[in-house]
Nanobody, 124 residues
């Protein structure tokens, strides 16, 4: 069983940078691939990035990769999403997700464990 708690969301200005954190608990962390998704109002859950325990990263697109960076500190059981040059289109609830496999995945259905989400609101 894995439990995830996100933090770091809030109200920011367009152009700002923001870092989200996700702390994981559970004995199986060593096998977990971790990911970030987001869900804007009226839209489905969107994959952003994922990282394996050994640091292999997968991004949804080059556009996302150009502004967002995923990282993790295994000793702290924590993953991060560093967001740069945010825009109003980045306004969403951001979710941390985990799966008990080594490899990354891009679809929400492949992640059985989810945090409660943290709201990011970007004002323009």
């Amino acid at each position: 069983q894995v439990r995830l708690i996100e933090s770091g969301g809030g109200l920011v200005q367009a152009g700002d940078s923001l870092t989200l954190s996700c702390v994981a608990s559970g004995d199986e962390f060593s096998r977990n691939a971790l990911a970030w998704f987001r869900q804007a109002p009226g839209k489905g859950r969107e994959f952003l990035a994922a990282t394996t325990y050994y640091g292999a990263q997968t991004y949804a697109s080059d556009t996302i990769k150009g502004r967002f960076t995923i990282s993790r500190e295994n000793a702290k059981k924590t993953q991060y999403l560093h967001m740069n040059r945010v825009t109003a289109e980045d306004t969403a609830v951001y979710y941390c997700a985990a799966r008990e496999q080594l490899g990354n995945a891009r679809t929400a259905s492949e992640y059985p464990y989810w945090g409660q989400g943290t709201q990011v609101t970007v004002s323009s």
